[in-house]
């Protein structure tokens, strides 16, 4: 992985027309939000956006707090106003180190959530679906082997 400084691998880009990619289909996707790591207890967003703002212009950085502890929850989420920006985060900022910790940066994947529905609910509905399911082949099968026991003792 390419660790030089951000102007001098921007620079080479430029040169040799190469394209950067974060990832497979990443460049189709146009991804700008990455997922960082492991930040340290005391870690704010403000030091978060600090030391990603070197890399270009930093939209957003989301840390989601736990509610019962009321710290964050030992990730965040940088969003960047370029893709290219975004790149340079990843390539420099995998792997180092922030208040004593070693970051784990990448690219963010898309939420599982889809849709309004709390995911105990859709849970509930498929157990429910497949628990009556299961009942109603159930109910079958005993029907059934009724049936051939009956037909059994009539032709014995």
Same mark, same amino acid.
């Given at each position: +992985?390419?660790? #030089?400084? *951000?102007? /001098?691998?921007?620079?080479?880009? !430029? %040169? ?6 974060? =990832? ?48 964050? +929850?030992?990730? #965040?989420? *940088?969003? /960047?106003?370029?893709?290219?920006? !975004? %790149? ?6 995998? =792997? ?48 059934? +082997?009724?049936? #051939? ?8």
């Amino acid at each position: +992985r390419c660790r #030089a400084p *951000v102007r /001098f691998r921007l620079a080479l880009r !430029a %040169a040799s027309g190469i394209v950067p990619v974060l =990832g497979i289909g990443m460049a189709a996707n146009d991804k700008k939000t990455l997922y960082v790591g492991g930040p340290e207890d005391t870690v704010t967003a403000e030091n978060i956006r600090a030391a990603f703002v070197p890399f270009g212009e930093v939209v957003d950085v989301g840390m989601p707090i736990d509610q019962t502890t009321q710290k964050h +929850r030992g990730f #965040a989420f *940088v969003q /960047f106003e370029s893709v290219e920006d !975004a %790149a340079d985060a990843v390539d420099n900022m995998d =792997g180092a180190e922030l208040f004593g910790r070693v970051l784990k940066v990448n690219v963010s994947k898309p939420s599982a959530m889809k849709g309004n529905r709390p995911v105990w609910e859709t849970d509930a509905d498929n157990f429910y679906e497949h628990g009556e399911k299961q009942e109603v082949e159930a109910e079958q099968v005993e029907r059934w +082997r009724n049936s #051939a026991q009956g037909q059994e003792a009539a032709a014995s």
